[in-house]
């Protein structure tokens, strides 16, 4: 949406085809910033609501019957995406632009976030998926530089593959003061606030709580955002972190700004695995807007990102060097502000979406379009 909403902003026409979010029946048509959303039904639940099923496939094909777009920029490359994509392309011929923006099948984000059953089931089918069409596309744009090589080792041309990171809402985020919300939110005003931002998938929560475990100031006091694992409970018992640790569970998007404005420093454990590797966290871009410093890991485009600018602090992935990291920081005041004064700054100039749609539009024009069609 905030790709559509500033391509609208610039004179374009905009469809966006999702998966809708409960309706199993029909197809919804709305209007919403000048964009026009077609939220697609789909019968099936959970993690399996998102691109796999016949029906939605079935009434997205219905939906494009008869229509003509300009371009069409196709996100991920499950069934529901593809398929009536490819039927359209062959009665109404368009440049075609597919988007890679995790990487799932061969060791990636199906073997940290989703069952057993699932990867058993359609670990061979997501991959097959995520792969085979790559190389259809007229421009393939990525979100990570792990993602381009791949991309190319399918026979992806280079010269047709662009990375383009995710971006933030530099007027909804952006340095407040730390006191400012934190009485609200039921965090200690004097104490040293670290943040870990999470929404439906907490990953490396666990180098999070042990970093902050390994603080041996009291003071350090981690707040939490998104959806708890099973034992989080259990977990903060056994570290004995129940005065040290909040939990805000799963929040608005409205809200979260006011959040992360109480922290005094950001963390984002990133240990080096496939999944990270081929991903880009869109959180670092809220982190960087809000104002303050990060500490993470050294691991793919972030390790690119915080040798390039001075951000954070890169920290070995272990629950010490974290640790260390955050007490140095916690010393240095005036090196805090001097990092997050920076952060501020690349996030307006590197991140804001209307620079990313800037790289996005860059592509759409090199392919000669007026009209476009999104299908996440």
């Not at 047709?160 to 609200?184: A, C, E, M, T, Y």
């Not at 039921?186 to 907490?202: L, N």
């Not at 040290?244 to 950001?266: I, K, M, N, Q, T």
């Amino acid at each position: 949406m905030p790709w559509a909403r500033e391509l609208v902003r610039r004179g374009h026409e905009v469809t966006l085809l999702c998966v809708a979010e409960h309706d199993r029946w029909r197809t919804k048509e709305t209007e919403e910033d000048g964009v026009v959303v077609v939220e697609s039904p789909d019968l099936l639940v959970g993690p399996m609501r998102s691109g796999w099923d016949p029906w939605c496939t079935w009434n997205r094909c219905r939906y494009l019957r008869g229509r003509q777009f300009d371009l069409i920029h196709c996100f991920e490359t499950r069934p529901a995406t593809i398929h009536p994509v490819l039927r359209l392309l062959r009665r109404h011929p368009a440049p075609l632009v597919i988007d890679w923006n995790d990487w799932w099948g061969r060791g990636g984000l199906i073997k940290e976030r989703r069952p057993r059953w699932y990867r058993v089931l359609l670990g061979p089918m997501e991959t097959w998926y995520e792969e085979h069409f790559r190389a259809r596309a007229d421009h393939t744009t990525v979100i990570s530089s792990a993602l381009a090589e791949r991309a190319a080792r399918l026979g992806v041309p280079r010269e047709s593959i662009s990375i383009i990171r995710g971006g933030v809402d530099i007027h909804r985020f952006k340095p407040q003061d730390r006191l400012r919300h934190r009485d609200r939110l039921g965090i200690p005003r004097e104490s040293f606030v670290v943040i870990f931002s999470a929404a439906d998938a907490t990953m490396d929560l666990d180098l999070a709580l042990n970093a902050v475990r390994c603080c041996a100031d009291p003071s350090v006091f981690l707040v939490i955002t998104g959806r708890a694992p099973r034992d989080f409970d259990r977990q903060i018992q056994s570290m004995n972190l129940e005065k040290r640790v909040r939990h805000l569970g799963f929040l608005p998007y409205e809200s979260l700004p006011d959040v992360l404005a109480c922290a005094d420093v950001f963390l984002l454990p990133f240990r080096n695995t496939v999944a990270n590797r081929g991903r880009w966290p869109h959180k670092v871009g809220e982190y960087l807007a809000c104002g303050r410093p990060t500490i993470s890991n050294p691991t793919g485009d972030i390790r690119e990102l915080f040798g390039r600018e001075h951000v954070g602090v890169l920290a070995d992935p272990t629950p010490q060097a974290m640790a260390d990291a955050l007490l140095n920081l916690k010393k240095n005041e005036l090196l805090r502000l001097e990092i997050g004064h920076h952060a501020r700054c690349v996030a307006e100039a590197q991140f804001a979406w209307p620079r990313i749609v800037d790289q996005v539009e860059h592509v759409y024009e090199s392919l000669k379009w007026c009209r476009i069609v999104t299908m996440p």
